[in-house]
């Protein structure tokens, strides 16, 4: 139950501030799975899926995981510190280490949605995101 209260606040974080101008739509997280890795002790696997409407920006974040994502449909930009941005499309992954700050994520449309699928290996318990000022 923890983990859909933690995507729960992920997909509040990507409303952006309360600010004066318009807020960017929300992403919508769908949590799919968590699973134990017994072989691994105290890691666990976390599936879920993210669309994002036309518009939709992500916050700057970790994971403190591996994320492996994979572009179901649409078009998406991702960038970790350090790294150019990567415009993916349907069919496409992107991977995150759990040093990495993602600074971009976002639809790369303003018209059309995207959602990806996103597997995260990390330590059991631990947060699904933080956000980094």
Avoid: C, W
Wanted: hydrophobic share 45%; charged share 15%.
């Amino acid at each position: 139950m923890r983990i859909f209260r933690i995507l729960a606040a992920l997909s509040v974080l990507t409303a952006g501030t309360a600010a004066a101008q318009e807020a960017p739509p929300q992403a919508i997280v769908a949590p799919l799975m968590t699973k134990a890795l017994n072989d691994y002790p105290g890691k666990e696997a976390v599936m879920f899926t993210v669309e994002y409407p036309p518009g939709s920006v992500d916050p700057v974040h970790r994971h403190d995981a591996h994320a492996f994502v994979y572009v179901l449909e649409g078009s998406i930009v991702m960038g970790v510190k350090g790294s150019k941005p990567v415009t993916l499309t349907a069919g496409q992954t992107f991977y995150e280490g759990p040093d990495d700050i993602h600074t971009i994520g976002r639809n790369a449309s303003a018209t059309k949605p995207a959602k990806f699928l996103v597997v995260l290996l990390k330590k059991q318990g631990a947060p699904i995101l933080t956000p980094v000022p």
